[in-house]
């Protein structure tokens, strides 16, 4: 018998050890055929498909037996409930799935009634969104695309425009962009399940944060902003795995559908190993540019008029239209008023304020610098807080100091509170984040189901304490903040950023989960250390004189 270091007992350990490798390596065959012949997953897959099957049957019921839609949208929640309670399925990836698209059936049914949209608006002001939009200004009147969106938008309407047949009404235009969205929005959750799985591991945050937020449940087909939450949540996955040049590819195609997904490309690019940095900044231009080019090509005009209305003239421009900014547009108003009359003695001072005026049009940009400035104080001072983090951070950071008040845009949030986790030094703490959560999520949905009546229920500040000792104090403060004042839609709107700001603290202080220092950041430094074959591991098979200390090199 040869000896445990001899070379034939060497030589036969590596051949297992390249046995068992070719054996894994060849082991998916075997996986499909063992889960197709799987009785167990079959079994607990059924009552799944019969969900299904309910929830695609719930519409034509009510038809065949006029039963009320939230009559049959209870029984349907109550009956999915109890059978994926039964079968251990609430945090599995069927029940999420399944949860994302009962999410989805109710806005669908709400959004595909022409009648509905209008009782709602009529009576509610509510404001119908823009797959309605995109439809009643330009499918149905014969325009191709909405002007106001960037070449992604574009070129997916122009497609319809041209291969809808003659017969689409509303009804059957709406159907299609339920389902074009309500795919990726599945994605979008298959892919936080994934990440969340192999992480924290609570993926019953993806319902907390996601699926039962009133954002996801309001907004999910109200706008087209699933495409562009994807392409977030897709380059975020795609640059933990360290796959930088698809997950730029993605950044430049959420970029021409929507601008947004370009504002995470600085923290990408800054958290990519230094070689990595310029190809990865050439992947996003040039993917951009295939994207573009095109439309730059065929209509120049077309092309550029998203950016430049989105920079001059998508902007607060009073108390009506929500956000802070409208207080920036009255201080840039004051200003102007005041150069026009003072700057006229000097012909240098008096010809920049010529180019300048108006200067509410600078809005976008003062927007913009603000949101680059509270971007890099952030990243420069919690560099350390996980990926994770620092998105959601950067998010909350966009919705604070974005130009017009856009409420649809948490849903860009939603997925990375569901992808952080905090270590709370107390349960005070961590209600208050929910609390704070929930309550700037509900004003977010308030706000758009009584838009156009909120907005204007008028407040006379002049004739509210303190309100009218202010306006005493302080002359012409009228120029700057209107007597004639919607106090309830401004106000629920203070409460919503106080709340913003509240998560935030929560971000910047409170220190994140432990699991998060084994978390893959797409850094490069946390590249996993492929373990050694088990005859390197043994005693008996590693040669003697590998044991030996090795000696001090000094």
Partial sequence: MPPKDSPEN???????????????????GKTVVRLLNNRKLWINATPVVIIAMLFFSWFRAMELFTIPWPFMLLIDIAVITATLRLAGYINNAWAISLGTMAALLPQYYIRSKYEIYMFLCDKYGTYPGDIWYCWNNYLEKGFAYPV??????????????????????????????????????????????????????????????????????????????????FTVIMAYYLFTEEEYYLSASVIAIGGALKVFPFFI?????????????????????LVWLAFNVPFMISDWGAWKFPYQWQITNNYAKSTDDGCVFWVVNNILLIIQNWAEVHLRSNS???????????????????SLILYASLYF?????????????????????????????????????????ALADFSFRNKKEKIGFYVAFYIAEIINIVHVIFLFKLRH??????????????????PNLT??????????????????????????????????????????????KNEEVKEKPDEVKSDEIKPDEDLKPQENPA
């Fill in 377 to 417: 104080i952030f990243l420069r001072k919690k560099w350390n807080l996980p990926l994770a983090h620092r998105m959601a951070g950067i998010m909350i950071l966009f919705l604070l100091t974005d130009r017009i008040y856009s409420p649809q845009y948490n849903l860009y949030l939603l997925p990375f509170l």
């Fill in 348 to 366: 240098f001072l008096f010809g920049i304020h010529t180019k300048l005026t108006p200067y509410a049009h600078h809005m976008g940009k003062i």
């Fill in 479 to 524: 120029a700057l903040i209107p007597a004639k004042f919607p106090l309830i839609f401004q106000g629920m709107i203070a409460v919503k950023y106080l709340c913003l700001i509240y998560l935030l603290r929560a971000i910047w202080i409170t220190p994140p989960n432990p699991d998060y220092e084994n978390w893959k950041d797409g850094s490069g």
């Fill in 148 to 229: 106001e969106y960037p070449s992604g938008i574009q070129m997916l309407f122009k497609f319809i425009f041209k291969f809808k047949p003659q017969s689409l009404n509303y009804e059957g235009y709406t159907l299609g962009m339920s389902v074009f969205l309500g795919i990726f929005a599945l994605i979008s959750t298959l892919i936080t399940y994934h990440i969340i799985s192999t992480t924290h591991k609570k993926t019953w945050r993806i319902w907390v944060f996601w699926i039962l937020a009133p954002t996801f449940l309001f907004y999910g087909l109200y706008n087209l902003d699933f495409l562009s939450v």
């Fill in 265 to 285: 490309a600085p923290l990408l690019f800054f958290q990519c190993p230094k070689k990595k940095r310029i190809p990865f900044t050439l992947t996003v231009i």
């Fill in 10 to 28: 060497n030589n036969k350990q590596i051949r297992e050890v390249n046995n068992t490798i070719t054996e894994k390596e060849n082991s998916f």
């Fill in 457 to 474: 229920i008028y407040s006379n500040l002049l004739e509210l304490f303190p309100f009218k000792f202010i306006y005493s104090a302080i």
